[in-house]
């Protein structure tokens, strides 16, 4: 009996479950895909139908230069990532700070449009559906950039204090998978409102 | 392991102070001590909008009565319906998913502890901003008073012309806060089942309870997450004045409307898939059998959650919408019966030829597959577009979704209530009790809901405050509102035998069912750790391989 107990264990392969971190930042990513989604499909659907102006296509410019910025960040932070597995940690402050400065920029970038728009162009989020619509998707896009570069900042603040060593470099991956997805909204962020909805 | 309860029993006997108690309470990150909290909390707050509901019936047991005025009726119902949902329900089968899915999967806590207690504690915050709105609702117009705009709201009653003062921002506000509670807790749950299962414990060897809060907690992430992105658009009109359901700036009132019900109707089956995970651990122990076809449940619950999320607009076929949507959601609606009835099909082939033995759970889990499969039946009457368009906003749709939550929820929560009892408390509850408390819902119940349907046939809409006499109503109401005390009875008799037993009961042991999931296999109650030793699995049963080795289930499977 228990040979054949022993037997049924032996077969059973090597007990590695995924870890938790990794498994609850893409649940976390799922919801909030969720929420963004419900927004994307907001402005599609009152695109064009704002009863004054102005419209996207009189006040809107492509920023195209905080894009790049935001979008480059995704691979400073993915080389930041492999030079931690590595243990090198001045290669992963250095890109990580850049991460950071590049994600930085893009928020900054993000405000003076806004100041832009609000003060030379006259739209605010009550002025017209537009505006409703605009300031809600990119905001909340802005705000999700914000709590990473928090998140970053801490990040950062520990490595100067040189409290991250390479058996952290999990954890910083979790983080590094909500940065990526923060990037990957904005390419549907700028598609929907400053492709389709100029 | 006797020695080792009555040492651990002794310990936790140990006399403490009041704030000592409540320190240990409030900063724990047990799961389940929060589960404990979960259900305490939704416990108090089914008896607060139970209470609104019986203001609701006897305000309509009689024609042109007055009890109350019809502000606050319209108040009474909106908390009944935003309670239940939101602080009954919800908090109620998490704490229950809480509290027993890591000891089910041999795992010693959730994958994260303090997310879990934060979850709670936000969820709780957010059931005391609703209700401050009795304080605070109108600011500082006068008076206070609650929400009126109905638990789900529509545009443009919410708007600040129609809704003045701050009673919809607490209702907008305590929905909100707990929806971040809500996907914190559904986080933790998918995190804890996929990565925290004990050795042994493949997906296809989880009971079936936890797999269902799997597929409970993947929908809390995609149901609540509209929600809260409605209500945040919500919130912005009401505040900085932006147009989203604003119809004279252009904005749409239809699409709260969508937006609420891709909410909505998700969260039915959010509130029932804990409840199938109940009866589908009650009924194999109370039949001495396993569960006959589990691939086939699991499936069936995969399947229903996916038609789930494409059924919402059965809720808006009298708002009008063209043919091809008013087909369309009634076949996806249609569709859900199947799988659906297959679960139906597989408890009834657990108990075919079982040894049935007729305790508390099992009569409550007998009860709900009536009752659950009469509420389905209407459910297929309402999804037909046609028969809607007549009996939409009636009373016999609120006689439905009463079937399926009261019918079919609570009685499987009731059922789940006796039936885990035992473990939790290491007491045996009062059988006599309980059965009092099952006859006295059972009649309560069939009085207050079978006879609902009639009165809505007959044409009598929801949310109406009073009806003249001689319309044919009068019979149906007064026999509505009658059942309504046996139902309080009933909860009475639930709430004694909860109280009683908890000092009194006989000692339960670890194991009164002779049931085969890892939770009969620790002591009662469990301790912080859950297992002096993590277990190891080999089979569904594990508990069954133990007491059988000479005959285990992993030889079959």
Redesign the interface.
């Known amino acids: 009996?228990s040979e054949a107990?022993a037997a049924?264990?032996t077969a059973?392969p090597q007990?590695v479950?995924?870890?938790?971190g990794t498994?609850?930042m893409a649940?976390?990513i799922?919801?909030?895909s969720?929420?963004?989604?419900?927004?994307v499909v907001?402005y599609l659907?009152?695109i064009g139908?704002?009863?004054s102006g102005p419209t996207p296509r009189e006040v809107l410019e492509m920023p195209i230069f905080a894009s790049i910025c935001l979008l480059s960040s995704s691979l400073t932070i993915h080389y930041a990532l492999a030079a931690l597995r590595k243990a090198q940690i001045g290669m992963f402050t250095a890109l990580w700070f850049a991460t950071f400065a590049l994600g930085a920029i893009f928020i900054v970038a993000t405000g003076l449009e806004w100041r832009h728009l609000i003060y030379e162009k006259g739209l605010t989020?009550?002025t017209?559906?537009f505006?409703?619509?605009y300031?809600?998707l990119v905001g909340?896009h802005a705000f999700h950039v914000c709590v990473g570069l928090l998140g970053l900042l801490l990040g950062l603040l520990f490595a100067l204090m040189g409290k991250v060593q390479a058996q952290h470099s999990e954890k910083a991956e979790v983080f590094s998978l909500y940065w990526h997805f923060v990037d990957a909204v904005w390419v549907v962020v700028f598609t929907v409102v400053y492709i389709v909805g100029r | 392991m006797a020695t080792d309860s009555i040492a651990l029993g002794a310990a936790a006997r140990e006399r403490r102070s009041i704030t000592e108690l409540l320190h240990e309470w409030v900063v724990t990150v047990d799961h389940k001590k929060i589960g404990l909290m979960y259900i305490f909390y939704a416990l108090f707050f089914l008896i607060v909008a139970g209470l609104e509901a019986t203001v609701i019936r006897i305000q309509l047991i009689v024609p042109n009565n007055h009890f109350v005025s019809p502000q606050v009726f319209n108040r009474m119902m909106t908390m009944h319906g935003t309670t239940m949902i939101f602080f009954v329900a919800m908090p109620l089968l998490f704490g229950m998913g809480n509290y027993l899915v890591p000891i089910m999967i041999g795992a010693r806590d959730m994958?994260?502890p303090r997310?879990n207690a934060w979850s709670f504690w936000v969820m709780a915050f957010g059931g005391l901003l609703l209700y401050f709105s009795f304080l605070g609702g109108s600011g500082l117009y006068g008076a206070g008073s609650a929400p009126d705009v109905g638990w789900f709201a529509y545009a443009p009653l919410t708007s600040l012309p129609f809704s003045p003062g701050h009673s919809t921002d607490f209702w907008t506000l305590g929905i909100l806060v707990s929806g971040f509670g809500s996907?914190g807790t559904?986080?933790?749950f998918?995190?804890?089942i996929?990565?925290?299962?004990c050795?042994?414990m493949t997906m296809g060897r989880m009971p079936l309870l936890a797999w269902l809060m799997l597929v409970t907690?993947a929908l809390v992430?995609?149901a609540?997450?509209?929600l809260?992105?409605?209500q945040?658009?919500l919130m912005?009109d009401r505040y900085?004045?932006?147009?989203?359901f604003d119809t004279q700036?252009?904005?749409?009132a239809v699409?709260w409307m969508h937006?609420f019900w891709?909410f909505g109707h998700p969260e039915v089956y959010v509130l029932i898939m804990p409840c199938f995970g109940f009866i589908s651990e009650i009924i194999p122990v109370f039949s001495r059998k396993p569960i006959f076809g589990y691939p086939v449940m699991v499936g069936a619950s995969v399947c229903i959650a996916f038609v789930s999320l494409s059924v919402w607009a059965h809720h808006m076929f009298t708002v009008g919408m063209d043919s091809y949507a008013n087909s369309f959601f009634t076949i996806s609606t249609l569709i859900v019966g199947i799988p659906t009835g297959i679960k139906i099909f597989n408890w009834l082939a657990t108990m075919w030829g079982g040894k049935l033995i007729f305790k508390a759970p099992m009569l409550f889990s007998i009860a709900f597959l009536f009752q659950f499969l009469i509420a389905g039946l209407t459910g297929v009457m309402l999804a037909a577009a046609p028969f809607d368009w007549q009996l939409g906003n009636s009373y016999f749709v609120v006689a439905h979704f009463h079937y399926v939550i009261v019918g079919g929820i609570l009685f499987s929560v009731f059922g789940a209530f006796y039936y885990w009892y035992p473990k939790v408390t290491g007491r045996m509850y009062n059988e006599w009790l309980a059965r009092l408390h099952f006859v006295l819902f059972v009649i309560g119940f069939h009085l207050t809901f079978d006879f609902m349907h009639i009165p809505g046939l007959l044409g009598m809409p929801r949310r109406i405050y009073t009806y003249e006499a001689g319309r044919g109503w009068e019979t149906w109401n007064l026999i509505v509102t009658i059942g309504v005390l046996f139902q309080a009875l009933g909860i009475l008799a639930f709430v004694a035998n909860l109280a009683w037993s908890w000092f009194k009961g006989r000692p339960a042991g670890n194991d009164p069912w002779d049931a085969w999931t890892l939770e009969w296999s620790t002591v009662s109650p469990p301790p912080a750790y859950n297992f002096a030793e993590v277990p190891?699995v080999?089979s569904r049963r594990p508990l069954w391989d133990l007491k059988h080795?000479?005959d285990p289930d992993?030889k079959y499977e």
Do not use: D
Request: hydrophobic share 55%; aromatic share 14%; net charge neutral.
């Open positions: 009996m107990e049924a264990q059973e007990w479950l995924p870890y938790r498994v609850g649940t976390l799922v919801a909030e969720a929420i963004f989604l419900i927004f907001a659907f009152y139908k704002s009863i989020i009550s017209n559906l505006g409703t619509t300031y809600s909340l | 994958a994260f997310l996907i559904a986080v933790n998918i995190a804890t996929v990565c925290m299962r050795k042994g907690a992430i995609l609540v997450s509209p809260t992105a409605a945040a658009m912005l900085v004045g932006s147009h989203f700036a252009g904005g749409s699409v937006f891709i190891a080999h080795p000479e992993w």
